[in-house]
């Protein structure tokens, strides 16, 4: 029985649709559920009633009323190669909610136990991976990078087995939705076409609902999830992030981030960057994120040409030329941002060269890429950037902003902090090997503001030391 005042309003459209796009599941209960945090400001943003949000509904323990508990099919290209059913394997969708401005927002469970695509896994998480995505996710929130964010994070007063015996821990992430990339490649793999058409007019109904109506529905799609995708990721490099896995089981259809596994944010400005142990050859690095975008939404075009045009030849020049104007798109975005971060607010043809030349000359010497930006913004004149510097000047003289206007742009988009890679370490080693998360709390706080400089923060903003050991990321699977 639903209560009249429930404490989490759950309406959850993804499970009343058909049984072959999920699977009815519970989460496993665990031993000893205690909080580690919960994320009030969020909660009251959702409708939910912070005080209901105890260590047995962080962990699935208990499920409130309302909710419909399931695991989402789907597929994926993990590393280029297809995976025709993954799902979720260690995530449970709780339920829906419509929030306050509202915005149709999920509420998930990470690393509550197996469910039927768990594919012999445990099902379950550690208490390194739950602070990072915690950590991270709420830091590219308050960075204003689209991204699923963080409500709860529990450990479970239980083991899991890595390479070692770790502090298990349950995270409940909020998402716009978790539909992927690899969730229309899985019904196009199957030739399901009904549920095909279903999922096309659910995403549209709930991510792109101007888009209701038109004459090609799976066109506009397409054209939509393209300029989300090619924001997103410009997004990411403007702040010098790298996803690390940027599989189409990791692509999401509503434009956020999602699934912070083995991510990281660049100290020393290089664009072939790669923090991930399994990116052998830097599929994922730095400079080659748009270009995968590319290829996952072409892997997108691919589920939909049966709906592009009844002609298969047809449908498929139309995904093509699609496609192929996805490097248009984003280098339009791209460059409006990186004009932004050198406090330029006209356009001129020459500014595309201006700001290559810029990075360039970041990374013959292996500049820092936050402190630069942020060095510039403060009216400093960054010793990477000497010979360079004359040409900005020129190009700022003809631009209708005073020096005062510049600056303030310049410190709008050009963070002071960043969830440094170092320090991020630093703040789950002491939370699993002395179980002290003040660190945590302490880093989650300073990031909350990156745009303003805080006292007594200054730690935050340095770059790893000479003597730090190559960093390394790992998908915490």
Same mark, same amino acid.
């Given at each position: 029985?639903?209560?009249?005042?429930?404490?989490?309003?759950?309406?959850?459209?993804?499970?009343?649709?058909?049984?072959?796009?999920?699977?009815?599941?519970?989460?496993?209960?665990v031993?000893?559920?205690?909080l580690?945090?919960?994320?009030?400001?969020?909660?009251?943003e959702?409708?939910?009633?912070?005080?209901?949000? *105890?260590?047995?509904?962080?962990?699935?323990?208990?499920?409130?009323?309302?909710?419909?508990?399931?695991?989402?099919?789907?597929?994926?290209?993990?590393?280029?190669?297809?995976?025709?059913?993954?799902?979720?394997?260690?995530?449970?969708?709780?339920?829906e909610?419509?929030?306050?401005?509202g915005?149709?927002?999920?509420?998930?469970?990470?690393?509550?136990?197996?469910?039927?695509f768990?594919?012999?896994?445990?099902?379950?998480?550690?208490?390194?991976?739950?602070?990072?995505?915690?950590l991270?996710?709420?830091?590219?929130n308050?960075?204003?990078?689209?991204?699923?964010?963080?409500?709860m994070?529990a450990?479970?007063?239980?083991?899991?087995?890595?390479?070692?015996?770790?502090?298990?821990?349950?995270?409940?992430?909020?998402?716009?939705?978790?539909?992927?990339?690899?969730t229309?490649?899985?019904?196009?793999?199957?030739?399901?076409?009904e549920?095909?058409?279903?999922?096309?007019?659910?995403?549209?109904?709930?991510h792109y609902?101007?888009?209701?109506?038109?004459?090609?529905?799976?066109?506009?799609?397409?054209?939509?999830?393209?300029?989300?995708?090619?924001s997103?990721?410009?997004?990411?490099?403007?702040?010098?992030?790298?996803?690390?896995v940027?599989?189409?089981?990791?692509?999401?259809?509503?434009?956020e *981030?999602i699934?912070?596994?083995?991510?990281?944010?660049?100290?020393?400005?290089?664009?072939?960057?790669?923090?991930?142990?399994?990116? *052998?050859?830097?599929?994922?690095?730095?400079?080659?994120?748009?270009?995968?975008? &590319?290829?996952?939404?072409?892997r997108l075009?691919?589920?939909?040409?049966?709906?592009?045009?009844?002609?298969?030849?047809?449908?498929?020049?139309?995904?093509?030329?699609?496609?192929?104007?996805?490097?248009?798109i984003?280098?339009?975005?791209?460059?409006?941002?990186?004009?932004?971060?050198?406090?330029?607010?006209?356009?001129?043809?020459?500014?595309?060269?201006?700001?290559?030349?810029?990075?360039?000359?970041? &990374?013959?010497?292996?500049?820092?890429?936050?402190?630069?930006?942020?060095?510039?913004?403060?009216?400093?004149?960054?010793?990477?950037?000497?010979?360079?510097?004359?040409?900005?000047?020129?190009?700022?003289?003809?631009?209708?902003?005073?020096?005062?206007?510049? &600056?303030?742009?310049?410190?709008?988009?050009?963070p002071?902090?960043?969830?440094?890679?170092?320090?991020?370490?630093?703040?789950?080693r002491a939370?699993?090997?002395? &179980?002290?998360?003040?660190?945590?709390?302490?880093?989650?706080?300073?990031?909350?503001?990156?745009?303003?400089?805080?006292?007594?923060?200054?730690?935050?903003?340095?770059?790893?030391?000479?003597?730090?050991?190559?960093?390394?990321?790992?998908?915490?699977?």
């Amino acid at each position: 029985m639903t209560e009249a005042h429930p404490a989490i309003p759950f309406d959850n459209s993804y499970a009343r649709l058909p049984g072959s796009m999920h699977v009815g599941v519970s989460p496993t209960p665990v031993s000893a559920p205690r909080l580690i945090k919960v994320n009030e400001p969020l909660a009251r943003e959702l409708g939910v009633n912070p005080a209901a949000l *105890t260590p047995e509904v962080a962990v699935g323990n208990q499920l409130l009323p309302g909710s419909t508990p399931i695991a989402q099919a789907y597929a994926g290209h993990q590393f280029g190669n297809f995976v025709p059913q993954l799902g979720d394997g260690r995530a449970i969708l709780l339920g829906e909610v419509v929030d306050r401005d509202g915005r149709r927002r999920d509420i998930q469970l990470k690393g509550s136990g197996r469910t039927p695509f768990s594919r012999g896994g445990d099902g379950r998480a550690a208490l390194g991976p739950v602070l990072r995505e915690y950590l991270v996710s709420e830091a590219m929130n308050a960075l204003g990078i689209p991204t699923t964010r963080a409500l709860m994070a529990a450990t479970t007063g239980e083991r899991v087995y890595r390479d070692e015996v770790l502090p298990g821990a349950v995270l409940t992430r909020v998402a716009a939705s978790h539909i992927r990339v690899g969730t229309f490649q899985f019904f196009a793999a199957r030739k399901d076409h009904e549920a095909l058409r279903l999922l096309i007019d659910h995403v549209i109904d709930r991510h792109y609902p101007e888009l209701k109506g038109v004459e090609n529905p799976a066109l506009a799609l397409l054209d939509a999830v393209m300029e989300r995708q090619a924001s997103l990721v410009s997004r990411w490099v403007q702040v010098g992030f790298i996803h690390g896995v940027m599989n189409t089981d990791n692509s999401s259809i509503s434009g956020e *981030t999602i699934d912070y596994g083995p991510c990281a944010f660049m100290d020393a400005y290089d664009p072939g960057t790669v923090f991930s142990s399994i990116d *052998t050859y830097g599929r994922y690095a730095y400079a080659n994120q748009a270009p995968i975008a &590319q290829w996952n939404l072409a892997r997108l075009a691919e589920t939909l040409l049966s709906f592009l045009n009844e002609n298969r030849e047809e449908a498929i020049r139309i995904a093509t030329e699609r496609i192929e104007g996805f490097p248009a798109i984003y280098t339009q975005h791209w460059l409006a941002g990186f004009r932004r971060k050198i406090g330029l607010v006209s356009e001129e043809d020459g500014d595309l060269d201006l700001i290559q030349a810029m990075l360039d000359a970041m &990374q013959l010497v292996r500049a820092d890429f936050t402190l630069t930006f942020r060095t510039l913004s403060n009216g400093g004149e960054p010793e990477a950037l000497t010979d360079w510097l004359p040409a900005w000047r020129e190009r700022q003289a003809r631009d209708p902003q005073t020096v005062a206007e510049r &600056q303030r742009l310049m410190r709008s988009v050009n963070p002071a902090y960043i969830p440094r890679n170092h320090r991020v370490e630093a703040m789950i080693r002491a939370a699993v090997e002395t &179980q002290n998360t003040a660190p945590f709390e302490e880093m989650l706080q300073v990031l909350m503001n990156p745009y303003e400089e805080q006292a007594g923060a200054e730690a935050y903003a340095e770059p790893p030391g000479e003597n730090e050991p190559p960093y390394r990321t790992f998908c915490g699977t």
